[in-house]
């Protein structure tokens, strides 16, 4: 897989929300790079509020970014009008997020469901029928075709949502924290559904998640802190061990999470123990 094909890059990636209520200007992501590889499953994990929703809410076109390049096979979505946005949607990318209610219709059975986004393209029953049938079995549930979403376990339902991401045969598929509702063995479950599909169609697939399971599988992992991909390894780093950036000013970020331990100290120390081992030291401070 390391010869592997780019399929979308990120560069200089800038979203700022204007937050029109406090009449504050929110940067989510700032100035993000990202690369991932045609036909692979790449996490993006990180801290709640670093940006990963932002990020698969830009490469799902369901959002502008307000500066740089989101190159998906040879087109920048970022330079998308309005009707481009909608046909990418429509055609090139599935979304699945972690609110079942965002996925399904709740009023329509599974195989109605799945045939929804095959309808808005306009294709004939027969197409609807025969792919439906296709993506019923892919995900193992062509028993369950007529059955509507509370008639459906969370696990079946995140996989019915997945065969409704893939009606339309897109290229890339993003999943936002999609076993985030579940317990555990169902996520795992899940999980393989997801390697499957990934294995049986070729679609490369991006997906947002805390779920710590899943990382350990060993998926190409991406850490998002404070807007920006910090770093890029498979399976992932213990508890106690969080990345940090260093920016190309030699500025050391620290996460939002630790950053109160640090504000407004001029008297840490940094030490190099080992050719790996780095060591911040952080007096207690002095009561006057
Ligand atoms: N619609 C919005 N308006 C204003 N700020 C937002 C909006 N959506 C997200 N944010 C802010 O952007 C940052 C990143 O949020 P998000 O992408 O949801 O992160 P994550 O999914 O990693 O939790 C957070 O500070 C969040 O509060
Ligand atoms: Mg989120």
Not at 56 to 67: D, F, T, V, W, Y
Not at 82 to 102: F, I, K, S
Not at 159 to 182: F, H, M
Request: net charge positive; hydrophobic share 40%; glycine share 6%.
């Amino acid at each position: 897989m390391n010869n592997a094909e780019t399929f979308v890059e990120c560069k200089d990636l800038i979203k700022i929300y204007a937050d029109e209520k406090n009449r504050v200007r929110v940067p989510a992501l700032r100035g993000l790079e990202m690369t991932i590889y045609k036909g692979e499953i790449s996490l993006v994990v990180g801290p709640s509020g670093s940006g990963k929703s932002t990020l698969l809410n830009i490469l799902a076109g369901n959002l502008k970014p307000s500066a740089g390049m989101v190159m998906v096979g040879d087109t920048d979505i970022a330079k998308f009008t309005r009707a481009e946005m909608v046909d990418y949607r429509r055609r090139r990318v599935g979304v699945v997020w972690q609110l079942p209610q965002m996925n399904l219709v709740w009023e329509l059975t599974a195989s109605q469901n799945i045939q929804v986004p095959m309808r808005i393209l306009g294709l004939p029953r027969e197409v609807r029928i025969a792919r439906t049938k296709e993506l019923l079995t892919e995900v193992e549930l062509l028993d369950r075709a007529h059955h509507k979403p509370t008639q459906l376990s969370g696990g079946e339902i995140q996989r019915i949502s997945l065969a409704v991401a893939l009606a339309n045969q897109p290229e890339l598929v993003v999943l936002d924290e999609p076993t985030g509702e579940l317990d555990s063995q169902t996520s795992e479950k899940i999980v393989n559904y997801f390697e499957k599909i990934n294995k049986d169609l070729g679609v490369t697939m991006i997906l947002a998640t805390h779920d710590r399971r899943l990382i350990a599988r060993g998926f190409r992992t991406m850490l998002l802190v404070d807007g920006r991909i910090t770093s890029v390894r498979r399976g992932f780093v213990s508890d106690d061990k969080i990345p940090v950036y260093v920016d190309a000013f030699g500025a050391l970020q620290i996460p939002v999470s630790l950053r109160k331990l640090f504000q407004s100290r001029e008297d840490i120390l940094l030490s190099r123990e080992s050719e790996e081992i780095f060591r911040l030291y952080v007096p207690k401070k002095k009561i006057d």
